[in-house]
């Protein structure tokens, strides 16, 4: 009877586990935040996503869309990886994130920096030949603002964007490579010192370098919320192999330099999301004269 129970306690378990996996490998949530400065001028509502690496939500990414148009937001920000890197029955499945970003550019300002996997075609001309420079015509045809180690400022509310383009060799796994003192800044040049300076740095792994260069607010994406999510513990594992990654999802802090890194919408290699839907973001900047 004993062995029974057990099978049958472990049948459950699987079947719960497969359901949760189901379920956020096939929804995502609205996440908030809220961040007070005295460097713009009005407030501003940013919908930021990241990771979507090819997924679709309804009907050619209807409810996603949706989703965005529901937050009405001033600005669309995206930190990359909207498809994968590889290609899948002899080409690149690009066309969901490629709907999707231009879709939102139609209404919305969208500004867009690579993630590693449109870095890797990017690199890869043998391989992937000049789909980077197709994929990144349509877009900029389509309007969407694509920042690579450069930056624009917004009208209207003294805000500046800078899109990180980070070499491969920064994403690798198991061993980080650590990023000397003022690369940053040889990439991109300064930060800006009197607007509120936003950087898209797909990346968190170096948040510390990205405040120490002057970002006032890093979004990053690259993790995947840790694929699977446990009480008090957070994130399993990162795309480096790093198990219990510092940077997970949700909001850090260093001085009064915040990062937000997304949880992502998709998943690559391992389709697994457990405790972990999809997300999109939503940041409001607050206009506060006196910020103590």
């Known amino acids: ?34 961040i007070d400065t005295d460097k713009i001028d009005g407030d501003l ?52 994130g490629l709907h999707v970003l231009t879709e939102l550019a139609k209404k919305y300002k969208v500004y867009m920096a690579n993630g590693n996997h449109e870095k890797k075609v990017k690199t890869f001309t ?14 900029k045809r389509a309007g969407v ?68 260069w002057g970002a006032d607010l890093s979004l990053a994406g690259h993790v995947h919320g840790g694929i699977i999510r446990l009480p008090l513990l957070g994130g399993v594992v990162s795309p480096s192999i790093a198990l219990f990654p510092k940077y997970d999802g949700g909001e850090f802090k260093i001085g009064s330099k915040r990062m937000i890194l997304s949880r992502g919408l998709g998943t690559h290699t391992i389709h697994v999301r457990m405790f972990n839907p999809g997300e999109i973001d939503v940041i409001r900047l607050h206009e506060v004269k006196d910020v103590t």
């Open 45 to 96: 509502t940013i919908a930021f996503l990241s990771d979507l690496h090819g997924y679709v939500y309804g009907d050619n990414n209807d409810r996603l869309l949706k989703a965005i148009d529901d937050i009405a937001p001033d600005a669309v920000m995206c930190a990359g990886d909207m498809f994968i890197g590889m290609k899948i029955h002899g080409r690149i499945e690009y066309e969901a």
């Open 145 to 212: 603002i694509i920042l690579e180690n450069d930056s624009v400022n917004m009208e209207d509310n003294k805000v500046r964007v800078t899109g990180l383009d980070l070499p491969l060799e920064y994403f690798r796994k198991i061993k980080k490579k650590q990023m000397d003192t003022g690369y940053i800044s040889k990439l991109v040049g300064s930060a800006s010192k009197d607007k509120y300076q936003v950087l898209i740095a797909h990346n968190p792994q170096y948040f510390p370098e990205y405040a120490d």
């Open 126 to 139: 043998k391989k992937f030949g000049n789909f980077y420079d197709r994929y990144k015509d349509t877009l």
């Open 1 to 34: 009877m004993l062995l029974y129970i057990i099978i049958a306690a472990i049948a459950a378990l699987v079947i719960f586990c497969i359901a949760i996996i189901y379920h956020d490998t096939h929804n995502f949530v609205v996440r908030s935040y809220d």
